[in-house]
C-alpha cells in the first residue's frame, strides 16, 4: 500500500531529465554530494526510485520555506555542523530539472543542425519529456517546409519568415556599422535603409553567425583541452519603457564565460526567450493550475508569470539600511548577508515596483539561464581534462557552478574560485597600487624593479599567497575562507579570492599558484568591448523623470535585440577582432588559423 501512496502525486525531490539533476549537496566533502545525480533514470523507473525521491532521497529531508517552495536539507552537513564543523549552508532551494533541461534546449539550439521546434509553449514536446515528432505538410508562400506537431497540431516553418533583402551588398558593411557603435537610425541613414530594412538585416546577420558558430564551436566537444582556465561573471542591462504611462524597466541579466589564456568568449547568455508568448503561457498556467503546485513541479516553472511576477514585488522585503562598504571585506560582508537572507532562490534578481516583465517574449527565471550556461560550457568541455572557473562573487553563480559539474568536482576534474574585485578606483590611484606591488616584490626578491621579470613576479607572489593561505580569512555570512590577493594590476588593482571546491588534494605551491592565476579579467575585457562598441551595451543615465526611473536614448526596447546583437558582437569579437598581434581569440584556441573576414561569416556556406 506504502508504494501504491506514492502514484497519484510528484516526487518531493525531482527526478532526473535527460541526466540533469540541479538538487544536491552544495558541499563537495559531503558524502551526500554525488546522491542524486548518480541516479540517471530520467523516467522515475528502478527499483525502489520512486520512493526515495518522495522521502527524500536517503540523507535529506525536505523543509517549506515559503508559500509554494521548498528546501533540500542535507542531513548530512546539518549532523556535521551540530558537532562543530564550519559548515554555512544545509539546505538548497528546490529546483525544476524540466526547467534547466528546457532553457538548455533553447541556449545550445544553435548547436543542432536541423533544429525543430514547436512554437507551441504548452506542447508537449516542449513541456514534458516527449521528443519532437512532425509530419510535412506542404511548403510557405516563400518555399519553406512546413511541419505540423503530431502532439499539438500546431503548423509551422523549419525556417523563420525571412522578406527578401534590400541591397544586400550592404550588408557587410552593416555588420561592421554594428559592432562599431552605429545607432541603428544612423546606419539607416548612412545606409540609405528604412529602419524596418536595418532590423532585417540584423536578424540576417543574426542567424549566419548562429550558423557560422555551430560549424565550429561543435568541435570544441572533441578538442582535448588539457587545462582550462575560465572566467565567468554577468551583465544587468535593462530595457526602455514603451509607454509614457508605465515607466518601469525590465531588467536582463547576461551571464558570459570567456579563456584566460586566448580571451575566447564561450557563450554569452541572457534570460529572456523572445519565442514565448508569455500572454498564452499565463493562461494555460491557471488552466493547468500549476499556481497550485510546488514551483519546482510546475509546468511553466522556467519563466516569470505575470501573476507570480506581482506577488514577488508585492511580497518583496523592505529594504535594510546597510553600512557603508569601506573596502572589499565590508563588500562581501554585506553582498553574503544580501544572499542568505533574501536570496534564497539563487536567482540574484532585484524585483521591486520599478520593474515590470517584458511587453513581449517571457523573463526567464535567472537562476535557470545561468545553471543552463553551465550545463552548456559542459557539453562544450566534454573532452577537457580538468576546467578552473574563476566565479564573480554571486551565490547563484555558484550554486550553478556546483550543479552542472558536481561529477566533475567529484573526480577532482573541475575547480571552483569566487573572486571580489575593486572597481571604483581612479587610474592614479591605480597606477599607484601597480607601484606599490612592484617594490614589494622587489623587496623581496632583492631584485630591482626594472630588472623583475614575469617568472619573478610569480615566484614571489606564489610565495606570499602560501604565507596567507596559512591564515585565511572568515568573513561572517559567507561559507568560504578568503584571502587578500596579492597580484596588482590596472585592471583589478585589489582583490579577494575564496575557493568555493576542496583543495586539500593539492600541496601548498600548487594550491598558491592556482590562487594567482584566479582573474575575471578576461569576461570583464569582452563586457568592456561590447559597451565600447555596441549602443546597446551602453551604461544607462539617470533620467528627468525622478522616482530613480532610468532611460537611455539607445538602450533597446525590444529584448530580443540583446540576445541578438550579444550573439553577433561575440562571434565577431572571437573570430574577427584583431589584437595588436593580429591573432583573434578563435586562433589561439585553435578554432580558426586566421582572422575571419565578416563575408565569411555572412555567406559562409558559400566558402565552404
Known sequence: MGKKSFQNRPPRIPFPVEDIQANGCRNPTCENFLTLSSIKNSDGSGEGLEEAFQRGGGSYRISGTGKNTASLVCEICT???????????????????????EELSRISGYLNENPLKCPNQACDSNIGKKPISVNKNGRTSSGNQRYQCNHCGKNFSAKPKSRRQEKPHLNKLLFKLLVNKEPIRRIAELLDLSEKAVYGKIRFIHRQCLDFARSR????????FKRLYLSTDRQILMTNWSHRDDKRNSD????ATACLNSSYVFAFNFNY??????????????????????????KHARIWLAREFDEAVKNRPPKEKLPFAGNLRDEIKIKSFIDQKFNLSDSSENIDATKQLPVRGALVHNEYTMMAHFFLLKR????TEKTRFFLDLDSGMKTAYISAFREEIAEDRSDGFLVRTSKNKTNDEKEKLVAQFRKMVSVISGIPVRQLTFKDLMEVTNNIIAERLKKPIKIPNSPEWWIEHPWVSKAEPEKMVAAVTDLSKYDTMHQ??????????????????IRRMSMYFERPFQSGTGMGRIWHGYSAYNPEMYTIVGDIFRIHYNYCSRSTRKITPAMKLGLAKTPIPEEKILYYRKYQ
Open 512 to 529: 598558491a599558484n592556482l590562487y594567482r592565476m584566479v582573474t575575471l579579467a578576461p569576461v570583464d575585457r569582452f563586457f568592456m568591448n
Open 79 to 101: 549532523e556535521r555542523k551540530k558537532q562543530g564543523e564550519d559548515i554555512t549552508v544545509v539546505s538548497t532551494t528546490l529546483k525544476s530539472n524540466q526547467a534547466v533541461y
Open 380 to 383: 562544450l568541455f566534454a573532452s
Open 252 to 255: 536582463l541579466y547576461g551571464i
Open 273 to 298: 526567450d523572445g519565442s514565448v508568448d508569455a500572454y498564452e503561457a499565463e493562461r494555460d498556467a491557471i488552466e493547468s493550475g500549476d499556481y497550485d503546485r510546488a514551483k519546482h513541479h510546475r
Open 217 to 224: 564551436e561543435r568541435k570544441l566537444e572533441r578538442m582535448n
